[in-house]
């Protein structure tokens, strides 16, 4: 619960300063990752965790570091330089 709502403060604040600064060239996004293959799950006590949810994913895999790293750089690229306000869920689809 506290983990959704969380989600969802950062969600509405992304979008609404986004709103409040455009005017003023200021380019508000965040990134939404989904499963991420990464040590935490290990460091967690949970090192099984990612092969265990790979099937929830709609993509049947979790995202690497580098694949969310990926769309980072795209947000701070010039072909996103009229994208304010998204949230870019990098996520396979779940």
Known sequence: MHYAASNSAVETFTVGLAREVAAEGIR????????????????????????????????????????????????LAPASSCTTGAILDNAGGR
């Open 28 to 75: 508000v996004n965040a990134v939404a990752p989904g499963l991420v293959d990464t040590e935490l799950h290990a460091a967690a006590g949970d090192p099984d965790r990612v092969r265990r949810l790979a099937d929830s994913i709609p993509m049947r895999r979790p995202g690497s570091a580098n694949e969310v790293a990926e769309g980072v750089l795209w947000l």
